[in-house]
């Protein structure tokens, strides 16, 4: 990502909110800095537990939290504050 040639398929919007996100039978805190239709950020104090390319489940609560929608996802990058995924 640092050459600048990254481009994101979809549109992404600012979803400051808790999550918890589970990878490798462990639960993680963490919370949304940004969503779209294709994957979001995920900012975690637990960043370095995260690789490129795990497989993780996002519980992401709805804008009026009364539901939640559970995504499987893939971890494309990594920085010090969190790291992206592509959901599938």
């Known amino acids: 990502m640092g050459n ?6 979809y ?4 979803y400051n909110t808790d999550v918890i996100f589970s990878m ?6 963490g ?15 637990s960043v370095n537990q995260v690789g490129r390319g795990d497989v993780i ?3 992401i ?7 939640t ?3 499987r996802a893939r971890a494309l990058w990594k920085n010090g504050e ?5 959901f599938f």
Do not use: C, H, Q, W
């Open 4 to 9: 600048g040639e990254f481009r994101r398929r």
């Open 11 to 14: 549109e992404r919007k600012n």
């Open 24 to 29: 490798k039978g462990k639960a993680y805190a």
């Open 31 to 45: 919370s949304l800095k940004d969503i779209g239709m294709g994957g979001a950020f995920v900012m975690t104090e």
């Open 57 to 59: 489940s996002i519980n």
């Open 61 to 67: 609560p709805f804008t009026d939290g009364r539901k």
């Open 69 to 71: 929608i559970t995504r």
């Open 82 to 86: 969190g790291f992206a995924v592509e």
